[in-house]
């Protein structure tokens, strides 16, 4: 026993504290956060509008809607990630990071739609009457009626998006960010190490993955509170 933890002690010595490999982690974790919260933050206004387009009576804009969808849908998020990087944006001077989190951004934006659009589609068409019959515009209708009530409905489906958002981040060392993952990569590849850096990045990614999933309980659970009133 005392063997083990000597030679565990040691294997951790040399994959976290040795020449500071601990900071590479932990800047990992700021470039993924960074990522995913910018990430999030175009996902959910691509997928408001697609969601628009989707639910619109122009048949123009329900084909873009429906050919944005089918599109991002139907093809790897890495290979999005990499056109996005190395094409459209290879002449842009942004930095990696804020390009990475408009690649997710679109990515999600196309599964985001899709939460809305089921969402207002759940919302009773009597709303929709009501609001008008109150002298709203479909417009003003829209935004202070119905899409605040499908919000709700949608809140645990968008934060599932934003969970899983989280851990598909892992994937941007493929254009060179340093972020958990990457940094675990690195640390493996400079100790010969395999073990302790891919269950250290594991557990970094279950405790942040863990501590979000707490904040969203509770924001659900006051929008639940704002409702039995």
Not at 31 to 37: C, E, G, R
Not at 115 to 120: E, L, M, Q, S, V
Not at 186 to 205: D, E, N, Q
């Given at each position: 026993m005392a063997q083990w933890a000597a030679g565990f002690s040691d294997t951790f010595y040399k994959c976290f504290i040795k020449?500071?490999?601990?900071?590479?982690?932990?800047?990992?974790?700021?470039?993924?956060?960074?990522?995913?919260?910018l990430a999030v933050v175009i996902g959910i206004l691509i997928g408001m509008v697609i969601a628009m387009c989707n639910l619109s009576r122009h048949k123009l804009l329900?084909?873009?809607?429906?050919?944005?969808?089918d599109v991002i849908r139907g093809t790897p998020s890495v290979t999005q990630l990499m056109i996005i990087y190395f094409v459209i944006f290879a002449s842009v001077h942004l930095d990696k990071w804020i390009i990475a989190a408009i690649a997710f951004g679109v990515n999600s934006g196309a599964y985001v739609s899709e939460?809305?659009?089921?969402?207002?589609m759940s919302i009773d068409k009597g709303q929709m009457e009501a609001g008008r019959s109150l002298g709203l515009n479909a417009f003003q209708t829209m935004s202070h009626i119905v899409i605040p009530q499908a919000i709700k409905n949608i809140f645990p489906a968008l934060c599932n998006e934003f969970i899983v958002l989280i851990k598909e981040t892992a994937i941007v060392g493929y254009v060179g960010l340093?972020?958990?993952?990457?940094?675990?990569?690195?640390?493996?590849?400079?100790?010969?190490?395999?073990?302790?850096?891919?269950?250290?990045?594991?557990?970094?990614?279950?405790?942040?993955?863990?501590?979000?999933t707490l904040i969203l309980k509770r924001i659900e659970a006051a929008l639940r509170k704002a409702d039995a009133r």
């Open positions: 020449e500071d490999r601990y900071k590479l982690l932990l800047s990992g974790i700021s470039v993924t956060i960074k990522v995913s919260l329900r084909i873009v809607g429906g050919i944005y969808t939460i809305i659009r089921a969402g207002i340093m972020d958990i993952q990457k940094a675990g990569d690195f640390i493996k590849s400079a100790t010969f190490i395999a073990f302790m850096p891919l269950v250290g990045t594991a557990v970094i990614y279950y405790v942040l993955i863990k501590i979000l």
